[in-house]
Structure formats: structure tokens, C-alpha cells
């Protein structure tokens, strides 16, 4: 049984093994696979893994021998689905692997705003401080976090994580989802609607997945909502955000400041406004890629296809 990896970089770029996979059956793992050699790549393949390289009705087509697609990520757009249900091929996904990971980094950026670590590291080494007249110094405000609010729109698994970090912070927390489920045991929280968790915030957390009803959500109508010294942080879906509108409200000083870690376009034109746009944040799709969480994710990739070959696939996109 042929399987191809046709883009496993990202997954593993060298600290992880493919041995589990490979034990599995002959394994071709590529680091990047463009668009147009899918096809040849993948030619006599029963098994294909993708995690951005689209596999397309055309490309489908032209392999008679795929049975099983497994996406190496929850999002699974880049493959169609349409076309492979009607050539019988299941296409599974993962669909909690980077909770934690995801959580940590949403405080990793907007810690880094309360405080610009790096901005004041840099200025030590420097030697700003050697050079000071005072024992101490601080280049821009400083803000706590203890007694603020944290919104959070999009109150699943990740939402629940941030909000469980932000209660151990002394945060009030209120969230908004069209399903609330069971109510979190944090001190303080309550359920509101979107304008209301972008009205009262003074961090807003963006965990909601990408919708028709949910792109653009973040624009230059719902920004207007939100405090002046708000923080907007974004590890969920780049078009949940429209880039020009929230560079825009960065500029003029309608909002303290942003962390993203998506973009609506991956990897961004150079010209994109956010990444020159003030204090603002750009991290490179890397929330989820710690060691531990890409570990999980191969170990339910290969959970997953284990279970496909054994007749009782889990995880499956229908």
C-alpha cells in the first residue's frame, strides 16, 4: 500500500518521525508538493496526506487509486470534499490537537503588548540601561491584566482554554457563540453577544471558525465598538479580520494594539497594511507548531488511518 505525504514540513521539519506512518505501508514523504505535481506525486498512491497542498475534483480524477485522504490540520478546505465522496474516498481530519498550544500563544502576544518584553530587552543590550540616570525605565505603558475583562469570540475548545488562563489571571471573562453549552467554572463570567464582547473588552480573543457569516466579521463598523485601549488578538482564521479596516484603526489610534498569528492571505503580500500598520503583531501561522502539539497531531494522523484500515473510520469529513 503506497502512502504520500505531499507536504510534511511543516508537521515535521526534522524532530518528529514518520516511522509510525511508515510501518503503515511505502511511504513517500515530501516536505512540498506544488499544485501541479499532486498529480504525479501521488500517482498509484491508496493513501494521500495533505495539509495545504490542495487536492482539487481535477486532480482527484486523475487517481483512481486514492481511497483515503487525511488532512493534517482541522481545517479542511484546501480539499473537495464533493469530489472525493462521489469517487468514494474518505477525507478525515484533526480536530483538537493544538488546544493548549493555541491558548498559550494567544497570552504569549498579548502579554507581549501589555509589556513589549522584547522591545525593552533590546533596548538593555543596547545599553539604554547602562546609560540610564534612573535604576529603572519603561519605553511605553505598561498594563495589568488582573481586573480587566477578556472577550472571547468563539467558545470552543480553544475559547474555553484562553478563558480558563485569563480567570488564573484575575480576568472577568465574557464570551459570545450561537452554542453556550455547559457555563465554565471561572470567577467571573458571563455570555454575550458579539457587539457586547467587543464593547466591554479590554482584550478580545478571536476563536470562531470561518464561516460565510463569520468573514469580515472584525471590520471598520464592529472595530468602532471596541475601547480605544483594547487589544485584538487573533489565532483563529485570517478572514475573520479585514486587513485594511483593522490597520486602519491601528493607525489612528481607535485601538491599543493587535497580536495576530493568521492573515486573510498566507503567506501575505508585502504590501499587506497589518504588517506595517502600528503596534501590531505578526506571527507566522505558529500557535499550533510546538513540538508537543505536531507530536499529537502525527500520532492521530496515523490513529486515524489505523482506523480507516481496520473499517471503522473516526474523524471523517462528510
Not at 478546505?77 to 481530519?93: G, S
Not at 502576544?109 to 525605565?137: M, Q
Request: aromatic content about 6%; proline content about 5%; hydrophobic content about 45%.
Amino acid at each position: 500500500m503506497k502512502i504520500t505525504v505531499l507536504d510534511g514540513y511543516c508537521l515535521n521539519p526534522g524532530d518528529l518521525s514518520w516511522d509510525t506512518l511508515r510501518a503503515l505501508g511505502e511511504l513517500d514523504a515530501f516536505d512540498r508538493t506544488r499544485a501541479d505535481q499532486v498529480v504525479e506525486r501521488a500517482a498509484g498512491a491508496e493513501i494521500v496526506f495533505t495539509n495545504k497542498t490542495p487536492l482539487s475534483a481535477e486532480a482527484l480524477a486523475q487517481l483512481p487509486t486514492l481511497r483515503y485522504i487525511g488532512v493534517l490540520a482541522t481545517g479542511y478546505n484546501i480539499v473537495d470534499v464533493a469530489a472525493a465522496q462521489r469517487q468514494n474516498i474518505v477525507v478525515t481530519n484533526i480536530p483538537t490537537y493544538g488546544t493548549a498550544s493555541v491558548a498559550q500563544f494567544v497570552f504569549a502576544l498579548l502579554l507581549e503588548l501589555c509589556h513589549n518584553v522584547k522591545l525593552h530587552s533590546d533596548a538593555v543590550r543596547a545599553g539604554e540601561w547602562t546609560r540610564s540616570p534612573d535604576w529603572s525605565f519603561w519605553k511605553t505603558p505598561l498594563v495589568e491584566l488582573a481586573g480587566k475583562t477578556m472577550g472571547i469570540v468563539g467558545f470552543g475548545r480553544i475559547g474555553r482554554h484562553t478563558a480558563r488562563i485569563a480567570d488564573a489571571l484575575g480576568m472577568r471573562v465574557i464570551a459570545s457563540d450561537t452554542f453556550h453549552g455547559e457555563d465554565p467554572a471561572l470567577t467571573d463570567f458571563r455570555w454575550g453577544s458579539v457587539e457586547e464582547v467587543l464593547g466591554e473588552s479590554d482584550a478580545v480573543s478571536l476563536h470562531a471558525p470561518l464561516f460565510p457569516e463569520t468573514r469580515g466579521m472584525i471590520n471598520a463598523q464592529s472595530l468602532r465598538l471596541m475601547k480605544p485601549s483594547a487589544f485584538l488578538i487573533n489565532t483563529s482564521r485570517g478572514p475573520l479580520v479585514v486587513d485594511q479596516d483593522l490597520a486602519d484603526a491601528l493607525n489612528a489610534g481607535r485601538l491599543a494594539g493587535a497580536g495576530l498569528d493568521v492573515l486573510s492571505i498566507e503567506p501575505p503580500a508585502a504590501d499587506n497594511p497589518l504588517l506595517s500598520a502600528r503596534n501590531c503583531l505578526v506571527t507566522p501561522h505558529m500557535a499550533w507548531a510546538t513540538r508537543e502539539a505536531r507530536a499529537r497531531l502525527m500520532d492521530l494522523a496515523v490513529e486515524n488511518l489505523t482506523a480507516f484500515l481496520a473499517g471503522s473510520p473516526k474523524n471523517v469529513i462528510r
